[in-house]
């Protein structure tokens, strides 16, 4: 984990310092998925079977997930992990239901009425990875939102594992979220017939959730297409920021810098300290902490790649927030609400030492589903708004009309559209309104 002194660095260093790991930019594999997405398109199901056979190691029969092995899976999971999906699903219910929008209307001027008025999506694809772990909480950050918000048709697509299906825990999570349909596949293959429609899967208005490089290249790409479906947010590897100063735990600091790099070797964390000293004493807990993960291989090439930085001042550590524009962003500071008015760019933010980033990640209530490389500048995570549109309604009486006509014909001939002026003109000259 290189150390860069922030002071100490021209605007250069500073942008490199904070630059992310390659990921989304290879040309191969960029091809590699248009191959794909043009595959399923031509041969629907038949690509996707094809394709899950070369790279999950699984030949499917259907891709389909029967409703009775959801619920099966509900009824044989332990009760400790019922209870813990139960508790994590109400709090996520309770967050999102808070965010519900309320129609508005609103009289512009005498006669003139203008509303907005929501509607869902009418069919969301939700990806749920299942590859190197079973994102049980991905399920739930996707399909208790998508209920909340009223959309109809909730369709989740997630890998098989090495028996075929698949893992059974998020099957069950499916059950108890009330997903109205679940088909085993994963990768851009998955994506691709999200986006197209198959004999077996539908077209989706809008598609959602992390995944791999070649997820996160396989959205993108579709979206751009016309007659497309919109999605989420652009996504790269996961990523946390932790600001500590003197008065955190390094203990603490180092557990979540771990917590983030387990994810994924392309994952990256980077941690923020007050003094040299402070940023030792964090290393030393990683290097201690590391070695008693199980998945200590992924979270060592993270590691490898990630950054500490020392800044000893408030300006500089809000510069390296907002520029960097973390996915996640933990605060051990004293006082750190008083930071959080500067914070323009974060998906995400953990206050003090007792609100660890596991806690979003699974049953705060606030949503995981977050944008990462740098969207966040632009993005925000998933929130029930995410999956409702809006439509603006206006009704005029005579009245109104008159009102507004000679401000609307100026405009008109400003532009030089006088079929738009005539539509006006037409309505007051006639004898028949």
């Not at 524009?325 to 030492?353: C, D, M, W, Y």
Request: charged residues 20%; hydrophobic residues 40%; contains cysteine.
């Amino acid at each position: 984990m290189k150390t860069f002194i922030w002071e100490d660095m021209d605007q250069n260093s500073r942008h490199l310092a904070l630059a992310r790991p390659e990921g989304l930019s290879d040309s191969k594999k960029n091809d590699q998925v248009k191959s794909i997405l043009l595959e399923v398109k031509l041969n629907g199901d038949a690509a996707i079977k094809s394709f899950t056979s070369t790279y999950d190691k699984v030949d499917l029969k259907t891709l389909r997930v029967p409703e009775i092995e959801l619920k099966n899976a509900w009824l044989n999971l332990p009760q400790k992990e019922k209870d813990a999906i139960s508790i994590a699903k109400s709090n996520i219910q309770k967050f999102h239901l808070s965010q519900i929008p309320k129609d508005i209307e609103v009289e512009t001027m005498e006669g003139v009425f203008c509303k907005r008025e929501t509607r869902a999506i009418q069919t969301a694809g939700l990806y749920v990875p299942g590859g190197t772990a079973p994102l049980v909480s991905t399920l739930l950050m996707l399909a208790v939102p998508a209920k909340v918000a009223g959309v109809r048709r909730r369709v989740v697509v997630s890998p098989p594992g090495a028996n075929g299906k698949i893992h059974s825990s998020i099957l069950a999570a499916a059950y108890t979220c009330d997903v109205t349909d679940v088909f085993s596949c994963g990768g851009a293959q998955a994506i691709a017939g999200l986006s197209y429609g198959t004999e077996s899967l539908p077209k989706c208005d809008k598609i959602f959730g992390p995944g791999n490089v070649y997820v996160s290249l396989a959205k993108s790409l579709v979206a751009q297409e016309i007659g497309g479906p919109a999605i989420d947010m652009p996504a790269g590897p996961s990523e946390a920021m932790v600001v500590a100063n003197n008065e955190a735990s390094p203990e603490f600091v180092a557990a979540d810098l771990l917590s983030q790099a387990e994810h994924d070797v392309l994952a990256q964390v980077i941690c923020v300290s007050t003094c040299k000293n402070l940023s030792n004493k964090i290393k030393a807990e990683i290097v201690k902490q590391v070695e008693t993960l199980p998945r200590k291989d992924v979270a060592k090439a993270a590691i490898k790649k990630s950054r500490m930085i020392i800044a000893n001042s408030r300006e500089m550590i809000i510069d390296i927030i907002n520029s960097y524009s973390p996915e996640h962003l933990i605060l051990q500071l004293k006082n750190p609400e008083t930071l959080v008015p500067a914070i323009r760019n974060a998906g995400s933010i953990f206050l003090g030492p007792w609100s660890p980033e596991a806690v979003g990640d699974y049953a705060s209530g606030t949503n995981h589903t977050l944008p990462t490389n740098g969207a966040a500048k632009s993005y925000s995570g998933i929130t029930v708004e995410s999956f409702l549109k809006y439509i603006s309604i206006q009704k005029l009486s005579k009245k109104g009309l008159e009102l507004l006509a000679p401000t609307v014909t100026c405009l008109a001939e400003m532009e030089g559209l006088e079929a738009h002026k005539r539509s006006v003109s037409i309505r007051l000259e006639s004898k028949n309104g």
